[in-house]
């Protein structure tokens, strides 16, 4: 990990239908760093804004106030520049392309030539262990292994940083821990920083350097907590006790964000 | 190296249980109608003006091939041209819509009205217009009638593209013409299929009404109506045999192009039953 | 009828029956119904500036291009394109010279023949278009043997087998309206078969097994859960049926002998085209708004039974 700022965000707001009579503030004075080669878990109950700092960060949408720099640029530079992939909480592969053409299309967006973005998607594909379905298309697969394939996607261009808004929320338990295990092997072997959305402790503990707890209405970090749990994290991990030690710790900060909801309501 | 905790890829079935299951009573249908047919008109002793005996009919057929084949000639090159220059009409429309959104509901929206007027009405107009020999006022009844699903169809196709989808094109930065050309066109190719299917049998039903409203006489469309009024009902028959066969050929061309334009829809479909 | 909350016919539309279904489907409320019209009157206000436009433009060029010596595509005289006002005054004239009949009440007069034949063809397609689907839905071997031969005789080109059917009516002495409305409906069952195949397979399994741990028979299972879960594609279905089951009508007139309906008078202005060409644009003008009238009162059902559904 080095020192190297990838996110910075300074003040950071984002105010839907500001106009308007229903303008609701998603998020406020957000302060947030993110180094290279970190994992940064963005975790709280729905509404907190996560996924929407997520997405102002990947310039799906734009904040009203305040500044944010990702990889020393605007967003919309970061975006035009292919610094980043993405990965959204539904697979989102085009039906008519296989396995493989949709884990080359970014490359193909970017006027890669044929042989060298097969190639390399192969590459994806041998990280993502989908070599055996590169011909198959996306119906064929299940959800864990159409959600891989969307992984393979997003690393395909070599980005230095990965957007994860809730990727594997929609899979069952038993793939969830697998892919977990999986998405760690693979930021190990990538160096990939990456920042991921998610609303399980228990998932943002057993893959992130850092934690940061958020709180809705307005949406703001509440605090952050890090993560201090012993390289490689492999499947024993989940039952040592400093992992249950992280996840109380996390769970406290949350449940404090919780009561300061009810008793504002 | 499959992943023990994935359930595997959903595999298509074997070929020889899909032809016992779909072609096997396909083909068995006609040939038991046929058989009973048959059995029905010799049994009962049924009128000619009744219904011919499918014996009766192949050998009309046989004997009028010549004055047939070159009848439906003349019908088919309308039909053809027609529905090539609606399709052609109704993507580049549809295709203009995508790229000016604003204007794409109140276009739809009378256009779907428009659709709902018996276009076949032209028919006349048309041959007033582009001459009564002429096969631009028989192709362009149809192609008027062609337009609209077409439009219809492909518009819906590639506006109803999902934001997931839009959000993941812009996450790799895509152009506006990426998106267009890699996104929302295959998105509609099923939508556009959907519309040219409709649009064939219109193309057939405009081609053949505006023959009846005059013009050459040698078209499929006025055999069949000469030989049911002098009464010659085999030969009727075999006319609408060939009409039929005729139908069923551009239906199955456009099946076939569909099965190899978009082998990813055509797999899932053949599986969903 | 078990009040399911049912999803509407799926806007993402893969296969041709959902073509079918989606075709000509408006949404909104009885406001929005209205918005149509608004935008119906601006295209006809559009269309007649157009109309005008072109043929004053040929007028004034001799119909030739100038420069290029291309003739226009279509010629600009009274005859081939008569003014927009003398179409529409033709209708208050007399139907024939001495004859106390207007034109625009000849015309009303008989695209209601016409509609009264595409409403039977409508009836009779609807009623066989169900039957078929429920048997469909219920003999799967039937399905897949006669489904492909439904589809092909759509293919077939209903014209060509019109004045068979013509020739069997008069045989059967049925009168000629009814021979007419079965041309209709051969045109009208099918959107209303497949659609209809589809909606009562559109129950969600979770449905289909709450029927089961309550011991409902097929037969319940059929009225409670499938029928009103087809309903809107049903309606979807008839919409387009409506459509095709006036163009029907029309080429049902044009086979059969009879001398009423609109499609007869299209043909018989066509053949006195020379000595009043804004009568046959008058007839197709009126056959025009006729079947969109037609429709849109098939809309306005759907749009009553379905009130309680949820809008997709």
């Known amino acids: 990990m080095s020192d190297r700022v990838v996110i910075d965000a300074d003040a950071l707001g984002k105010v839907f239908d500001a106009s308007g009579q229903k303008s609701v503030t998603a998020l406020h004075d957000i302060n947030l760093t993110v180094r290279a080669g970190e994992f940064v878990s963005l975790l709280g109950p729905s509404g907190c804004g996560k996924s929407t700092l997520l997405r102002v960060m990947a310039d799906l949408t734009s904040p009203t106030s305040g500044r944010i720099e990702v990889n020393g640029k605007n967003p919309e530079q970061a975006r035009t520049s292919r610094d980043y992939g993405m990965v959204f909480q539904q697979p989102g592969l085009f039906d008519w392309r296989s396995v493989l053409g949709n884990v080359e299309l970014p490359l193909q967006l970017a006027g890669v030539a044929k042989s060298e973005r097969r190639s390399r998607a192969r590459e994806m594909l041998e990280l993502v262990r989908l070599s055996d379905f590169a011909r198959h298309f996306p119906w064929q697969l299940s959800g864990g292994m159409q959600q891989r394939v969307a992984i393979a996607r997003a690393l395909t261009g070599s980005p230095k940083l990965l957007f994860m808004d809730e990727p594997l929320g929609a899979l069952d338990e038993m793939n969830r821990e697998y892919l977990q295990g999986e998405l760690l092997r693979i930021w190990d072997s990538t160096k990939t920083t990456i920042v991921f959305v998610t609303h399980s402790v228990a998932e943002a503990v057993f893959l992130s350097n850092r934690v940061v707890i958020m709180s809705p209405r307005p949406g703001q970090v509440a605090t952050t907590v890090d993560v201090d749990l012993p390289a490689p994290r492999t499947a024993e991990v989940r039952t040592a006790p400093e992992f249950y030690d992280t996840v109380t710790e996390v769970r406290t900060a949350l449940h404090a964000v919780l009561a300061g909801e009810e008793a504002v309501a | 190296m499959t992943a023990t905790t994935d359930t595997g890829p959903r595999r298509a079935p074997a070929v020889a249980p899909w032809l016992v299951r779909h072609v096997v009573p396909a083909v068995a249908a006609p040939v038991v109608i046929l058989a009973l047919w048959q059995a029905l008109v010799r049994g009962f002793n049924v009128e000619s003006f009744v219904l011919p005996a499918p014996t009766e009919i192949g050998a009309a057929l046989a004997a009028n091939l010549t004055t047939i084949l070159a009848a439906s000639v003349v019908t088919v090159q309308a039909v053809l041209l027609g529905l090539l220059t609606g399709v052609a009409g109704g993507v580049t429309v549809a295709l203009l819509l995508a790229r000016f959104r604003s204007i794409s509901a109140p276009v739809l929206t009378v256009a779907v009205i428009v659709n709902c007027a018996p276009i076949v009405a032209l028919a006349p107009i048309f041959n007033n217009w582009l001459g009564t020999a002429s096969i631009a006022s028989k192709a362009g009844v149809a192609a008027i009638m062609v337009f609209f699903p077409v439009l219809v169809n492909t518009a819906r196709g590639l506006l109803d593209i999902s934001p997931l989808h839009l959000e993941v094109m812009a996450s790799m930065a895509a152009t506006p013409r990426q998106v267009a050309l890699r996104a929302r066109l295959p998105h509609a190719l099923p939508y556009l299929f959907n519309g040219v299917k409709l649009g064939a049998t219109l193309s057939v039903i405009g081609v053949i009404v505006s023959e009846y409203f005059g013009g050459l006489a040698n078209a499929l469309g006025v055999y069949i109506a000469q030989m049911a009024a002098l009464p010659r009902y085999a030969e009727a028959w075999a006319g609408i045999l060939v009409a039929a066969a005729l139908g069923l050929a551009l239906f199955g061309a456009i099946n076939l192009l569909e099965r190899l334009l978009m082998p990813w829809h055509a797999t899932v479909r053949s599986t969903a039953d | ?312």
């Open chain 3, 1 to 312: 009828m078990a009040q399911t909350r049912m999803r509407p016919p799926p806007s993402a539309a893969p296969a041709a029956q959902e073509a079918v279904a989606t075709l000509g489907r408006q949404a909104g409320s009885m406001a929005a119904a209205l918005r149509p019209v608004g935008w119906f009157l601006i295209v006809a206000v559009a269309g007649t500036a157009l109309w005008e436009g072109y043929k004053a433009l040929g007028r004034s060029i001799g119909d030739v291009i100038p420069g290029l010596g291309i003739a226009l595509p279509v010629a600009t005289d009274d005859m081939a394109m008569p003014h927009v006002g003398a179409i529409l005054g033709s209708l208050g004239a007399p139907v024939q010279r001495g004859v106390d009949v207007s034109l625009g009440s000849y015309l009303v007069q008989q695209a209601a023949v016409t509609l009264q034949e595409a409403l039977a063809g409508l009836v009779l397609g609807l009623l066989l278009g169900c039957a078929l689907a429920v048997l469909f839905l219920l003999l799967a071997p039937v399905r897949r043997g006669l489904l492909p031969w439904v589809v092909a005789s759509q293919t077939v080109p209903l014209v060509a087998i019109a004045p068979m059917v013509v020739v069997w009516g008069g045989q059967v002495g049925m009168p000629a309206a009814l021979t007419v409305a079965a041309i209709s409906a051969y045109l009208a069952f099918f959107p209303i078969t497949v659609n209809t195949l589809r909606g009562l397979q559109s129950p969600a399994t979770i449905q289909l097994e709450l029927m089961r741990s309550i011991a409902a028979s097929r037969r319940q299972t059929l009225w409670a859960l499938r029928f009103p879960a087809a309903l809107p594609y049903l309606f979807a279905g008839m919409r387009v049926a409506a459509t095709a089951s006036v163009i029907g009508a029309i080429v049902g007139e044009l086979s059969a002998g009879t001398g009423n309906g609109i499609g007869r008078a299209i043909l018989n202005f066509t053949y006195y085209y020379s000595s009043g060409p804004e009568k046959l644009y008058a007839a197709v003008l009126v056959a025009s708004l006729a079947g969109i009238v037609f429709v849109q009162l098939v809309n306005l059902a759907e749009r009553l039974a379905l009130r309680h559904r949820p809008r997709g």
